[in-house]
């Protein structure tokens, strides 16, 4: 799973090839915050 930061919208992605999926999000503030939590969880999931 990624996620990344496109300006003040949060991409997550996941999957390769034709099988990726993606949704984004404009968070109500903080984009960098919400993409270093989001990133937390991620890292601390199995």
Known sequence: MDIRR?????VI?????QSRVSWSFRPPSDPE???QDLR???DSTP
Do not use: I
Not at 6 to 10: K, V
Not at 13 to 17: E, K, L, P, R
């Open 13 to 17: 992605a996941a999957g390769s090839g």
């Open 40 to 42: 937390t969880v991620l």
């Open 33 to 35: 915050g919400w993409a």
């Open 6 to 10: 496109e300006s003040d919208r949060l």
